[in-house]
């Protein structure tokens, strides 16, 4: 068997605890969620999601090594990473000059979607996590595949994941659909989230890699 099953339950434990530990992939998927409504909220739960099965890969296939070992390629993957989300909060920043006052702007599901794949996939320091915390609960024994029993793993707790962010983005788009109800609160609540999102990259960029 791939996985220790005994050790089963603690990863089930740990993941949760760590899936609901206030990170950057909560805040955006929240501040999607408030600022342009339950599609937006959704897509980027997705988005979130499927970057956690893009780490699981790496992880399986070696590949996050050279994140932990290369400070070159963990800081060109960083800076790349904190890049985006600067620019996607300038984007929102002037985009809010062109929303109007009474509903926010409207942005195609797809490109939510991948805004939120991106997000997680460009921070190095969540594959690292993935390689460091998923062989720890793989059955090495009886001549077993590592990397299938990292796969495995990685799809739980992709699915643990995805149901607590879509969650999130449902109970936050509750919030949008009584904000946007406002008077000017559209164009606001737009700016605001590219704040965020200019906040969350600056975070990244200065994350060091211990």
């Known amino acids: 068997m791939e996985i220790a099953l005994k050790d089963l339950p603690i990863f089930i434990t740990l993941s949760w605890i760590l899936i609901i530990t206030p990170g950057p992939d909560i805040v955006y998927v929240i501040t999607k969620g408030v600022s342009q409504g339950k599609k937006a909220g959704i897509n980027s739960a997705l988005?979130?999601?499927?970057?956690?099965?893009?780490?699981?890969?790496l992880a399986a296939l070696g590949l996050s090594v050279i994140l932990k070992t290369s400070i070159l390629a963990f800081t060109v993957i960083k800076l790349f990473g904190a890049a985006y989300l600067v620019f996607l909060g300038?984007?929102?920043?002037?985009?809010?000059?062109?929303?109007?006052?009474?509903?926010p702007l409207a942005i195609s599901g797809n490109r939510h979607f991948l805004q939120g794949v991106f997000c997680n996939v460009l921070n190095p320091k969540v594959a690292i996590f993935f390689?460091?915390?998923?062989?720890?609960?793989?059955?090495?024994?009886?001549?077993?595949?590592?990397?299938?029993?990292?796969?495995?793993?990685?799809?739980?707790?992709f699915g643990f994941t995805l149901l607590f962010l879509l969650t999130l983005a449902l109970l936050s788009s509750q919030t949008s659909?009584?904000?946007?109800?406002?008077?000017?609160?559209?164009?606001?609540?737009?700016?605001?989230?590219?704040?965020?999102?200019?906040?969350?990259?600056?975070?990244?960029?200065?994350?060091?890699?211990n």
């Open 47 to 57: 988005g979130v999601a499927v970057g956690i099965l893009v780490h699981t890969i």
């Open 90 to 103: 300038l984007k929102s920043i002037l985009a809010s000059a062109n929303t109007s006052a009474e509903k």
């Open 131 to 157: 390689m460091a915390f998923l062989p720890q609960f793989v059955d090495t024994a009886q001549n077993s595949s590592p990397a299938l029993g990292m796969i495995m793993l990685g799809s739980l707790f």
């Open 177 to 209: 659909s009584y904000l946007n109800s406002r008077p000017g609160f559209a164009p606001l609540l737009t700016r605001i989230s590219g704040i965020i999102m200019i906040l969350l990259g600056v975070r990244l960029a200065f994350m060091q890699r």
